[in-house]
């Protein structure tokens, strides 16, 4: 495996679920992030974890709960979604999250989530 | 906030034509800009970046222009091919180290 792979690529809910998309990079980052991507919208940011410490949280709800055990795992944990956070949801990583800014990210294909 | 935004949602070539991707930005702050192609079902792609200190770079077949007195950023594709046909994405990013803030994205549709 190389690159960042994200699992499931589908996936569908009910409101009242608990489900978790993962995240994996094999490229030897140190960085990670969540994006949600929407219909006709620009990729927003939610998370960023920085050597394993979360170092942005983009005023995301509660109901998605992000977990970095180690810099090359990433997990999103959801619950109690609603219908508007239906969406592709994207990980991406990059060499580390420097002052440079220079924060070239490697993504993931996505995770299809529907809320029913 | 502020955001980088997109001229046009749609651009439309033939095969062979050049493209020009246009992107304003609106935070006199970036330092360093990003196109990003996506491809359906595809997660985007790293394409070419630029620096503030720069006001063009080439690669192969693209070459990213950087305007800064009019916070404008081009992507121009030569001799598009309709493995071209993606929808491509600007982002910027702050000196302050801030993850990539994208614009809203460009499709282009190359025809044979």
């Known amino acids: 495996e190389t690159g960042v792979t994200q699992t499931p690529r589908h996936l569908v809910m009910g409101m009242t679920n608990k489900k978790s998309l993962k995240c994996e990079q094999h490229l030897g980052h140190n960085a990670m992030y969540w994006y949600k991507q929407s219909a006709k919208k620009p990729l927003e940011l939610m998370f960023v974890y920085n050597f394993k410490e979360q170092t942005e949280n983009n005023s995301v709800p509660s109901r998605f709960s992000p977990e970095c055990p180690n810099s090359s795992h990433l997990f999103l944990h959801l619950h109690t979604l609603q219908p508007e956070d239906s969406a592709l949801y994207l990980c991406?990583?990059?060499?580390?999250?420097?002052?440079?800014?220079?924060?070239?990210?490697?993504f993931g294909a996505g995770s299809r989530l529907t809320v029913l | 906030g502020e955001s980088v935004g997109l001229h046009l949602p749609t651009l439309s070539v033939q095969e062979g034509d050049n493209s020009i991707i246009n992107c304003a930005y609106s935070?006199?702050?970036?330092?360093?800009f990003i196109w990003y192609k996506q491809e359906s079902g595809k997660g985007p792609q790293f394409i070419i970046d630029i620096r503030s200190n720069m006001d063009k770079r080439q690669g192969q077949r693209v070459t990213v222009l950087l305007n800064k007195t009019v916070k404008h950023l081009s992507l121009q594709i030569a001799a598009t091919q309709p493995g071209d046909s993606a929808v491509y994405f600007c982002?910027?990013?702050?000196?302050?180290?801030?993850?990539?803030?994208f614009g809203k994205g460009t499709t282009l549709s190359v025809s044979s």
């Open positions: 991406a990583s990059s060499q580390e999250q420097t002052a440079y800014g220079a924060n070239v990210l490697t």
């Open positions: 935070n006199s702050a970036s330092d360093y």
């Open positions: 982002a910027e990013n702050m000196w302050e180290g801030t993850a990539l803030i």
